[in-house]
């Protein structure tokens, strides 16, 4: 059971560059979201998905797009790379039903991005 | 606006004596609270939660406490060991929604 699996681990891109970052869950959870990671800002919300074919914005939705095709996958797309983009990502999914005490949330171990 | 905030970016605590994280929060429609733990280069695992109509909740070395009047909370680690030297989030939930809103994190560090 690989849970939530996040590639790659770590990329460098040049500014104005665009990538994906991936995001697998063998869990067949419906709620699947991406946070990235800031000094002093904790986690913030980009995008999230409540089922396939389902999208929403976060908090900090700019530069970035989502689409959800699959239950089991999430990309996250950056098309134009920005310095401010710099950050650790994480993906996260849940079960929609009540998941226990820990609203059921597994997060992937993370992306680091640097954009020079 | 940062609607979930943990004011101590840092905490040192000796070995087996009490830490004590705090979280505030600003929306009173939060109906569930959640603490996470971070290792460097891992995901945030989850430690313990609680209810907003409950105020304490407890689980091993774990205690989280919520005093709603003063839209606060704070986690107890008791006794403290070294392997609770991470970064701890604080995150709260919408009622009727999914997401979670996190704080900004406290690095706490047990000392031998």
């Known amino acids: 059971n690989a849970g939530v699996t996040q590639t790659p681990k770590f990329q460098v891109l040049k500014t104005g560059q665009s990538m994906t970052l991936q995001c697998a869950q063998d869990m067949n959870h419906e709620y699947m979201s991406w946070y990235r990671q800031d000094p002093g800002m904790g986690l913030r919300l980009i995008h999230y998905?409540?089922?396939?074919?389902?999208?929403d914005q976060g908090e900090v939705p700019n530069g970035y797009n989502v689409s959800r095709s699959t239950t089991e996958d999430f990309p996250l797309r950056l098309l134009s790379a920005a310095p401010s983009q710099t950050s650790v990502y994480f993906c996260?999914?849940?079960?929609?039903?009540?998941?226990?005490?820990?609203?059921?949330?597994?997060f992937g171990s993370g992306t680091r991005l640097t954009v020079v | 606006d940062q609607q979930v905030k943990q004011n101590s970016p840092s905490l040192s605590v000796q070995e087996g004596r009490i830490s004590i994280l705090n979280c505030d929060y600003t929306n009173s429609m939060f109906d569930y609270f959640l603490w996470y733990k971070k290792y460097p280069a891992e995901g945030p695992t989850f430690l313990i939660s609680i209810s907003s109509i409950k105020d304490k909740n407890e689980d091993g070395r774990f205690t989280v406490f919520l005093n709603k009047s003063a839209k606060h909370l704070s986690l107890h680690i008791v006794p403290s060991q070294p392997g609770d030297s991470a970064v701890y989030f604080c995150?709260?939930?919408?009622?009727?929604?999914?997401?979670?809103?996190f704080g900004q994190g406290t690095r706490l560090t047990i000392n031998p």
């Open positions: 995150a709260a939930k919408f009622q009727g929604a999914q997401k979670l809103v």
């Open positions: 996260a999914s849940r079960s929609q039903g009540p998941g226990g005490a820990n609203y059921g949330y597994t």
């Open positions: 998905s409540v089922g396939a074919g389902i999208t």
